[in-house]
Each structure stands twice: as C-alpha cells, then as structure tokens.
C-alpha cells in the first residue's frame, strides 16, 4: 500500500496543496492566491483551508504528516520562519506550531529550495541519486545538497544558500546584503537589471521595441536572445559563467554524481545550459568534476509540491527504530 504525505507550498503568489504518494502520484491539487498583503495570520488561515479541503477529498488518515515549503529564512528543527519575502510582517513566525494545532496533524516545514534537492533526488531529475546539487534560478537563487543521501541543512537549518556563494569580490550588490554573490548574477531579477541597462543604454533595440509593451522580464531578454540580439545573449552568457564559477567551488567541496538546475531562468534553455557546461570545468578540479552530469529539472511547476512531500517521506524514513 502507498505511503501518503500532504505536500503544501507557500508561495510568495500562490498557496498550493495536494496528496502525494510515494510513487509521486499527486492527488487533488488545490491552489488560491497567498494574497501576502493581508499578513501571516490570514495566510496560515489559507495554508489550513487547503489542506481542509485535501484531507476532505482524500481523507487520509490522522497519521499522514503535513510538510509545508516556503521561501525565505526558514528553521526546520525549530519550526519557526524567521523571514519570508513577499508576505508582510512575515517574521518570527512560529509557522509549525500555529499549523499542527489549527490541522491537528504533525507538521514538519522546510525552506523551499533545500526541501527541492529532496524532491529531486526522491522524484525527479536526480532519483536514486545519493550525491546531488540543485540550484534554483528563479526571482531569487536557492538550492541545495544531498550528499550521501542526506540533506546539508547545517546547525539550524539555513544550509544551502547557493545562491549567496561570493564570486566576485568586487560585483554588484545583492539583495541578501552581500556583495558579488551568484544571485546577483544569475537570478530574474538580475537579468531583468540588466535587460533595463540595456534599454536605457540604447544598446539593444530588439529589446527597447520590446520594452514598450511592458516592463523587462526575463522572458523578454530570452526572447531577444533567442533572435540572435547579441547584448542579451551576453546577459545570458555572463549569468551562466557566474553560476559556473558558484557551482565550481561547491562541485570541489561535494563531489556530486548530478547537479539538477530548476526555476523560470532555466527554462532559457541552452543560453544557460550551453555556456555553463563550457565553463564550469575550467571552475573545478578535472578528477572531481569527471562523471558529473548537468540535468534541467523534470518536476517544474510542481517542484514545491514534490519537495514538500519529500520532506515528509524523508523524516518518517530517519525515524527512530524505523528500517
């Protein structure tokens, strides 16, 4: 019989939450805006009201945990998020206690990025592997490791910053504070900064017509990549370098089998993919980096779910006396 979790991820636009078995079969999938606006108080009501409804639909038994993944800050032994982005006075909030008593189920939460390294490695692009690196390039850069089957999460939890790896010293300021940091390169954010440099440096006129029907996204800069514009091609080469120089120093620390690469920036394609496998060998040392492979994420939309279910699957695994 399938083992079952109630996978929710909270999202800084979407609350979503499903059943999910074992096999990666996902049931009853609900969503509804997070409306982050109207403060945490009202989101946990939300995040309450789905799992209501899965648990109606499904009716699983009181003895099926809830893993919940949310971006930010996040302090898995201590179930508290200390800072979430996109959802106002999200601090301090003592996000497992306040679920677990309103659900009357056990709850185990998790930062969304590390929590996307399990759901890789149990589901997706890296299953069955034990040694894995996945990197998120989404608004922002998360990611983390699994390595010999275990998730790197550190003394409490807020291991795997791979989007905050310095690479260069000198480079422009991220939004974690730091300086030079991967994100700041390779993030959607960092590309649309330097899709709107190029706009008001007149150096890419496919992306100013462009423009003028909208602010600059990065599926904008894609698209005039993609048409051959040379200056946002060199946004997407550069980005790609930056990641290869971050997953470099993380691939010699590790020594993965797979580095798995999700998030909206990956669905570039290869003006991401092509470059960072031309340059992340000359970032590694050639007897680590022999055998690694780079895979783009096969669970996409779906990550969070996936990776909210995989923390369940993973605890009740590490359990006491469980074999």
């Known amino acids: 019989m399938a083992e079952l979790a109630i996978a929710v991820d909270l999202g800084g636009t979407n609350i979503r939450a499903a059943l999910v078995d074992d096999g990666g079969t996902i049931r009853h999938l609900v969503s509804r805006p997070t409306q982050g606006q109207e403060g945490p ?79 890789e490695a149990r589901f997706g692009s890296g299953k069955q592997v034990r040694n894995l690196i996945y990197i998120g390039l989404g608004t922002g850069v998360g990611g983390g490791v699994i390595s010999g089957g275990e998730l790197i999460s550190g003394k409490r939890g807020f291991g795997g910053e791979l989007g905050h790896v310095t690479i260069d010293p000198s480079g422009p300021r991220c939004t974690c504070g730091g300086i030079g940091c991967v994100e700041a390169y390779a993030s959607g954010w960092a590309i ?22 909208g602010p600059v996204t990065p599926r904008m800069v894609s698209q005039a990549a993609e048409a051959g514009d040379p200056a946002a091609i060199a946004i997407y080469d550069r980005a790609a370098r930056a990641l290869a120089a971050g997953l470099g120093g993380l691939v010699n620390i590790f020594n993965p089998e797979v580095i798995v690469i999700g998030g909206g920036v990956a669905k570039a394609g290869n003006l991401i ?37 995989a923390l369940v699957f993973h605890a009740r695994e590490h359990q006491p006396g469980r074999h």
């Open 41 to 119: 108080e009202a989101v946990l009501d939300r995040v309450a009201a789905l799992v209501g409804e899965v648990v109606a639909h499904e009716q699983p038994g009181p003895e099926v945990e809830v893993g919940v993944v949310a971006p930010g800050t996040v302090d898995p032994n201590e179930g508290v998020v200390y800072y979430g982005p996109n959802i106002r006075d999200w601090h301090d909030v003592h996000l497992r206690d306040i679920l677990a008593g309103s659900l009357n189920r056990t709850v185990l939460i998790g930062n969304d990025a590390n929590a996307a390294a399990l759901g």
């Open 192 to 213: 649309v900064r330097d899709g709107e440099l190029l706009v008001q440096s007149l150096r890419s006129d496919m992306l100013a017509r462009m423009a003028k029907s």
């Open 273 to 309: 993919f092509k470059p960072l496998r031309e340059a992340l060998p000359s970032y590694t040392m050639p007897s680590i980096y022999d055998g690694v492979t780079i895979r783009e994420s096969s669970l996409e939309a779906h990550t969070g779910i996936y990776g909210a279910a």
